[in-house]
């Protein structure tokens, strides 16, 4: 048994109570590999932004699960590091499992030292979502680390599940769902999806440049929501924007990436206002990466260290983390 504050990690407790109170929403940025942590830290150190490092089940078999720990260890340690070099404050970070489905799993997670747990409950019916969540919760806070639970389904892909359509979160359950578990932060389905096609051409309009316009998020089920949970801290799955930009080098540079469309970064920077304190952020870091790796190996044929592209491909991140962290989630100076 590893605990977190052993290994400098932070609960989301404070890291949610600062931005309930401060209005922003702490970045939940996913990582599968090396170039992909050091770019979340630098950009989080160099921003001052808190940061919750998400792994998904998915990610855990990727990059082998002992490994992908000790990597969020060793973020902490770079963090350290890096804060002094610049003259820079150090950033509060959670090590955080993101969409756990089993109770195995979330137990695996908490006893080799994350400090944040999702338990994603949300396609059971509703009784067995609140018997597996509870029972993740009553061993989690044993060890003072913090559990994201799930109410309402995006539509979309999360890890092996796919479901067709989103069922948004019932206002009516959530306050019966958060004091049954005890979860200490709500996942809610108001619109997002996950992936690089969160709309359906049919869902959306056109602008005069002939650019999916995707429908708006559900605001009212978000108020709704806060109405029944004041002071509760939610969290928003699926906030990628979808960059045209990402897309557009991908594709002309023999990517076949069709039809993409995101949440645009305007209204998730109106959510984060609200109660969202959590903001998970995944597919936009992949088109980068991919945009510019596709980028760099059609301009330099030649290129075969890996340093060579996936640097730039880094880069890239950087400066997209940045972006975020400053301009949509309002994380920047807040450490
Ligand atoms: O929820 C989805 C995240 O983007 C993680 O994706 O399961 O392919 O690692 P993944
Ligand atoms: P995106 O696919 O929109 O990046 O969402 C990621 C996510 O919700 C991870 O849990
Ligand atoms: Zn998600």
């Known amino acids: 048994m590893m605990s977190y504050k052993n290994l400098g990690l932070s609960n989301t407790k404070k890291m949610f109570e600062n931005a309930m ?3 922003y929403a702490v970045p939940a940025y996913n990582f599968n590999n090396m170039e992909q942590i050091q770019a979340i830290i630098t950009a989080c150190v160099e921003s001052q932004s808190p940061v919750i490092l998400q792994v998904s089940k998915g990610a855990r078999s990727y990059a082998n699960e002992t490994l992908l ?10 963090m350290k590091e890096m804060a002094k070099q610049k003259g820079l404050k150090e950033i509060p970070i959670a ?15 908490i006893d080799s030292g994350f400090s944040s747990v999702m338990i994603d409950g949300s396609h059971f019916p509703y009784e067995e979502n609140i018997a597996l969540t509870k029972k993740v919760v009553d061993y989690a806070h044993e060890f003072n680390v913090t559990v994201e639970g799930e109410l309402g389904v995006l539509a979309g892909v999360e890890d092996d599940v796919v479901a067709e359509e989103s069922t948004y979160t019932k206002p009516e359950e959530v306050v019966d769902f958060v004091s049954r578990t005890g979860v200490d932060s709500l996942a809610i389905s108001i ?22 316009v995707p429908p708006p998020l559900k605001f009212k089920i978000l108020e709704a929501i806060e109405e029944q949970l004041p002071g509760f801290p939610i969290v928003l799955h699926g906030s990628s924007s979808v960059p045209l930009e990402a897309v557009k080098i991908i594709n002309e540079n023999g990517g076949a990436i069709k039809d993409a469309v995101g949440l645009p970064e305007t209204e998730l920077k109106n959510a984060t206002k609200s109660a969202v304190c959590k903001v998970n952020i995944d597919s936009d870091g992949r088109l980068w990466m991919t945009a510019t790796l596709r980028k760099v190996f059609a301009e330099s044929p030649s290129e075969f260290d890996p340093r060579k592209y996936l640097g730039p491909a880094r880069s890239a991140l950087i400066e997209m983390y940045k972006h975020k962290n400053k301009n949509v989630l309002g994380s920047s100076n807040r450490v």
Do not use: R, Y
């Open 69 to 78: 720990k000790f990597m969020g260890q060793g973020a902490i340690e770079m």
């Open 21 to 23: 109170a401060g209005e």
């Open 95 to 109: 090590l955080h499992l993101d969409h756990g489905d089993s109770f195995e799993t979330c137990k695996a997670c």
């Open 191 to 212: 619109g997002t999806s996950h992936g690089a096609n969160k709309f359906t051409p049919e869902q959306c309009t056109k602008n005069e440049d002939g650019v999916f």
